[in-house]
């Protein structure tokens, strides 16, 4: 089955003012839909990241798919190498503070999902059976709790923000208890590093008094030093299921891991596979939050899974402002590793649009089902694309800037790590 177009749409779509160690999220965040067609017209899709750097890269390779067999994944992997350079590429930053160590590794990905989309297709299954077969029905996923301003300065339009002002514990709690009831999520995640440590020692308890049987989670993106993240691990033992990158470095994640009774857990330590032998032998990051879009795909978070499973390192993923797509073919790839040990992180309760046929995906008890129809299992909604594109059209800022944002509400911020 040959490939006959590549089709790149970037798209913006909207976006709460959700705050983190760095800044606030703008009021639109980007993405990049692949559409890759068959010489019989059949569509294979994908979503990946949204920025320029990306956008530029997948445009650079898109032309040498053309007349590729959608099963070549080695064709693929020469094609993205031979037209961008393959991993002497430098270090691309996917969100603030987050890196990958290659392009080639998030455009194969963005690539191969589409390629196994058609798969999917022309075989008649979905996904997952194409990476092993499913150990799951439904996969989990994890409350993601956001600290947030009421709304967006100079565009207090732009999002229909149901949710409003989140700055104090209370509120937060208040936030944990709309997010559960409403999606029936199982777990909850802070993203931290926002208010004093204090601050979310007190959030943390009021959630475990709430949800005792809930596992919590919180995130500082390096925003914490040693010393800091030592004493909130004291303050939390017994109440934290992990702590997922406190403060940066190895060598800080061995100074805690020595202190501390509570795992700590990494998408940012830990980025790719030529990570993976350091963290190994340091014995200090005990959890991997992968991620499909930069760990180089499906096939390849599958081959992490096994990795973890041989040296017992624990396993979840990671989350970035996305759609229904990259929602779905998280869930195909998760159901399809036996040893998923963690819930999913996820950001999509808090985004309003989509591009997907039928409207967003729904969660079921904290779950999204994997489902039963060939490929993905879900389509794209041409018209809803078209107006996410004129969105990006309209939208000023071609790279995500949290830093930048946040200085319309405090001109000095800085953004400087560690926080706290």
Sequence with gaps: MIIRDVRLTPIAFRDPPLLNVTGVHEPYATRCIVEIETATGRVGINETYGDKSTYVDLATIAPALVG????????????????????????????????????????????????????????????CDLLGGKYRDAVPYSAYLFFKFGGHRDQPNTVDDEWGEVLTPEALLWEARTMVARHGFRSLKL??????????????RMLHQEFPDHPLRMDPNYGWTVETTVKVAHALEGILEYLEDPAKGLTSSRRIAAAINIPIASNMAVTSFEDLPEV????????????????????????????????????????????????????????????????????YPWQVDDVIEGGRLRFENGCIRVPSEPGLGVRLDQAKLKELHENHKNFIREDRDDVAEMRKYQPDWAGTLPRY
């Excluded at 993203?191 to 943390?204: I, M």
């Excluded at 096939?299 to 990795?307: F, K, N, P, S």
């Excluded at 979840?316 to 399809?336: D, Q, R, W």
Aim: with cysteine; aromatic share 6%.
């Design 68 to 127: 590729l067999n959608i099963y070549d994944m080695a064709g693929l992997a020469a094609a993205v190498r031979n037209s961008i350079g393959g991993a002497a590429r430098s270090e691309y930053e996917m969100a603030p503070g987050t890196l990958s160590k290659t392009a080639f590794a998030r455009c194969f990905a963005a690539f191969e999902v589409a390629c196994l989309d058609l798969q999917g297709q022309l075989c008649g299954r979905p996904i």
């Design 191 to 204: 993203k931290a590093g926002v208010l004093s440590p204090e601050a979310e020692v007190a959030a943390l």
């Design 280 to 347: 190994v032998t340091a014995n200090a990051i005990r959890i991997i939050l992968s991620d499909h879009h930069y760990w180089g795909g499906l096939r390849a978070t599958r081959e992490l899974g096994r990795i973890c499973d041989v040296w017992g390192l624990g396993l979840s993923m990671h989350s970035n402002s996305h759609l229904g797509i990259s929602l779905m073919a998280m869930t195909h790839v998760a159901a399809s590793i036996p040893n998923l040990t963690y819930d999913c992180d996820t950001h």
